[in-house]
């Protein structure tokens, strides 16, 4: 398997702004289908779902996501794959280092996507 350069460095590519009250899952395919498709998809247990897998499936992509603990029928992963998963987490503290974006300083809707993405435009090139 062969990870892009920006992406094998944990770069953002998707910036996109939900209300705080839902759920990333419920956005994620907007924002997956943002990029082009991969060979597979890494993501936590929150994004385990039977419409998620089938969409990804559909579209050509391995869904590499453990099942969660209440799911009836376990659904395997590749262990391997997953231990990547390590690089998105640690964009995301990249971001949380920003003071103004980690304690969304900003209540204006504008300002605030505007603060994430001049942080997305710096941690790019860290």
């Known amino acids: 398997m062969s990870i892009p350069n920006s992406a094998s460095k944990g770069r953002p590519h998707v910036l996109l702004l939900t209300p705080g009250n839902t759920h990333d899952a419920k956005v994620a395919i ?3 289908n943002a990029m082009p498709p991969s060979e597979y998809l890494v993501a936590d247990k929150g994004y385990d779902s039977n419409a ?6 559909e579209r050509g992509t391995t869904p590499v996501i453990p ?5 009836k029928v376990h659904i395997e ?3 391997q794959i997953y ?3 390590n690089v998105v987490e640690r964009m995301f ?3 949380k280092d920003w003071r103004r974006v980690a304690t969304r300083f900003d209540r204006n809707i504008k300002t605030f ?8 435009f ?3 090139w860290l």
């Not at 998620?52 to 499936?57: D, G, V």
């Not at 099942?67 to 799911?71: G, I, L, Y």
């Not at 996507?113 to 997305?120: D, L, P, R």
């Open 113 to 120: 996507m505007a603060s994430i993405a001049i942080a997305a």
């Open 83 to 85: 231990r990547q998963r």
């Open 93 to 95: 503290c990249r971001f």
């Open 52 to 57: 998620l897998r089938s969409w990804l499936i």
């Open 30 to 32: 907007l924002a997956i």
């Open 77 to 79: 992963h590749d262990r």
């Open 122 to 124: 710096v941690t790019w």
């Open 67 to 71: 099942a969660k603990s209440n799911r």
